[in-house]
DNA sequence: AACTACTACCATGCGACGCAAGATACCTTG
DNA sequence: CAAGGTATCTTGCGTCGCATGGTAGTAGTT
């Protein structure tokens, strides 16, 4: 099998870079998760889907800036979980990112949008 | 001076990335423009402001993709500059992203808006 | 027990890209 | 001539998403 090395080089891979980390903080805005469980959740929403080889580095880069706590419990149905929880700097991260992205994605979405003022 | 190399490690910045080569595509779409016209133009709109040690790499990408052709052509102002200009695979290009990025735009924009919804 | 499969954790290595910094050269103004 | 704005381009670097592969617990099957 043909392996290319250096991940997938897609479009959309690339429009994930910087907005992922903060998806996942809005995902445990609403209570603690595990890492499976937010790979499973974004694989749901178009363009966000993503694998484990970056779910947790990019978790452990969270918890690293403490924007994330996390602690192990066990499962009734396989191995013991991780399961991480947004810190008051965390909430405060994603409001700052949301005040960042809604500008930004106006910017983008201005400039595509094919306007017709010939004179 | 303390210098920080790997370039502005900022929110926005990593925003940019894969976003930044079809904004430039979409400057072109209505005639062909120069380095530093793209530049100022993109200075203006909120988010996507760059400079040139991004923008000549990328331009020299383009080229190689085939997505925008150059001409150069004399200033009676200043130095001879190199007008770029779409060509039809960049058009197609520019049109395949904006397919990737309107769904891409919505699932952020769904993940970051806080619903209430407690049972 | 051995096996398969699913769940769940994690580490390694790599390529792509945006950026800072700096080099070169043209033109105009003082 | 020196200074400043215009305009080109190169080099080196850090970050991050991804493919790949490894470890271990639980459950069901043979």
Redo the contacts between chains.
Sequence with gaps: MVVVPGGERT?????R???LQ??VL??L?DGEKYAYELVRELGA????ATSEGTIYPLLSRLRKLEWVSSSWQDSETGPPRRYYALTPAGREA?Q???A??E??????????E?KENHR
């Design positions: 479009v959309v891979s690339q429009l870079r910087g907005v903060f998806c809005a995902q805005r929403a178009h363009g966000l994603l700052s990112f949301t960042e992205w500008p930004f994605r106006t910017a983008v979405d201005t400039l595509l094919h």
